[in-house]
């Protein structure tokens, strides 16, 4: 069945390639700016049905990581790359389930190219709307192949187009440069201006293919499998990445980045305690991983569930909790399956390391350290001294009750019976 899209079921990172208006003009689409690393397990917790990665920035800035269009795919996202940094990622992740579009990723899948910098080129900020300020290499190799297919070009002709595009470095790559520097005859040169302004765009042309591609898939819904989950682990920096770049989604009051909660968390007095004991059972968990030990899907899923119903959460609030944890769905089946390997492992301790430790022992270590073994401990000696206690309140003592039955006893015999006193004469 169709699904009726909201704009932030398909999340696009546009730059030079395409423009926001463009993009929301085949459908509807949240329009991010070219990624960098972190952006893409920012937008993870508000659960996109699909990414187009499009632009992306590099040199001086770090490039959105290969590890994190992993997690999206492992959250149910799906993923498209084309037109730039995305046919580059498309390229090297497709065997793991990410869609490459268009004629760029093609060629780099086919290893037509295999240097990055084809689709590098200089270009303003947002406040300029990411305008092109020169030439990437991509566009004077597919001028060159679209004038040899109109046989405006030779084979010849198109190697010498290319190379004097590949002589620039992409910072000073434009047309007029690459035409003066081309060894190329003047009537070709001026065929060649003549063919440029009908020329197509191999980058726009893929970043729509790419959009288009995002949104049909979020549109059909459950009509479409969901993408694979790549059998990957996650490495502890892109794990922190994830943590430090995710957004924490607060229902009712908006979205706040999760590195602040975790800045405000460590200012907390007991930080300490709280770390030490997420250490604790993540190491569990990671000891059981290193041991070859793997939760089925099942186990993961009722640990999780588990987990929300002792907190008292309701499945139709489970994912908008989720979400105010920091949680992307990505995340959230990590923690499951963190919980099911701790406990597995604390069901068979005795088992699970050489002469391990029994629950008892367990139980005793905790109760010492957090002082419930000395409260234990105060109760059953109360409880013992209390009857004690009540018998030397309420009965008298041993060596005393004789002398006072007996005292009583005479006075009683010196007094007379009530009778006997009443019917003595008085003197």
Request: positive net charge; glycine residues 8%.
């Amino acid at each position: 069945m169709t699904r009726r899209l909201r704009p932030d079921d398909v999340v696009a990172f546009l730059g030079p390639s395409l423009s926001a208006a463009e993009a929301r003009r085949l459908g509807p689409c949240r329009v991010l700016p070219p990624a960098r690393a972190g952006d893409v397990a920012a937008v993870l917790p508000e659960r996109p049905r699909a990414i187009a990665l499009v632009d992306g920035l590099f040199d001086t800035t770090p490039a959105v990581w290969q590890h994190e269009l992993l997690l999206a795919l492992d959250a149910g996202v799906a993923v498209f790359g084309g037109g730039s940094m995305g046919a580059l990622r498309a390229a090297e992740l497709a065997p793991y389930g990410v869609v490459g579009v268009g004629r760029i990723f093609r060629w780099y899948r086919d290893e037509v190219l295999d240097d990055d910098g084809e689709v590098a080129l200089l270009h303003g900020d947002a406040e300029h709307d990411y305008r092109p300020l020169t030439l990437p290499l991509v566009a004077v190799r597919a001028a060159a192949e679209d004038a040899r297919a109109e046989g405006l070009l030779s084979a010849r002709e198109a190697r010498a187009l290319v190379a004097a595009g590949g002589s620039f470095h992409y910072r000073e790559r434009t047309w007029p440069r690459v035409l003066a520097r081309a060894r190329l005859g003047e009537v070709v040169r001026e065929r060649i201006r003549a063919f440029l302004p009908r020329a197509k765009d191999p980058k726009a042309e893929d970043a729509r293919a790419c959009v288009a591609a995002a949104i049909a898939f979020a549109r059909a819904g459950s009509n479409v499998a969901a993408p694979p989950r790549p059998a990957l682990a996650i490495p502890s920096h892109v794990r922190r990445l994830r943590l430090g770049k995710a957004l924490t989604v607060v229902p009712g009051a908006g979205v706040i980045p999760s590195g602040e909660v975790l800045a405000a968390l460590a200012r907390r007095p007991d930080a300490g305690r709280l770390a030490a004991e997420g250490l604790r059972r993540t190491l569990l968990a990671a000891l059981a991983r290193s041991a070859g030990v793997r939760p089925g899907a099942g186990e993961a899923a009722a640990a999780l569930e588990a987990w929300l119903a002792r907190l008292g959460v309701p499945a139709r609030r489970r994912d908008a909790f989720l979400a105010a944890c920091g949680l992307d769905e990505s995340a959230a089946r990590a923690l499951g399956e963190d919980l099911a390997l701790e406990a597995g492992v604390l069901a068979t301790a005795e088992r699970f390391a050489p002469d391990g430790p029994s629950w008892t022992e367990g139980l005793a270590l905790a109760a010492r350290l957090t002082g419930a073994w000395v409260e234990e401990a105060a109760r059953l000696t109360d409880q013992r001294a209390a009857p004690a206690a009540r018998a030397r309140s309420a009965t008298p003592q041993p060596s005393r009750w004789p002398r006072r039955q007996a005292a009583s006893a005479s006075s009683r015999a010196r007094a007379g019976s009530p009778a006997r006193r009443r019917a003595r004469p008085r003197r």
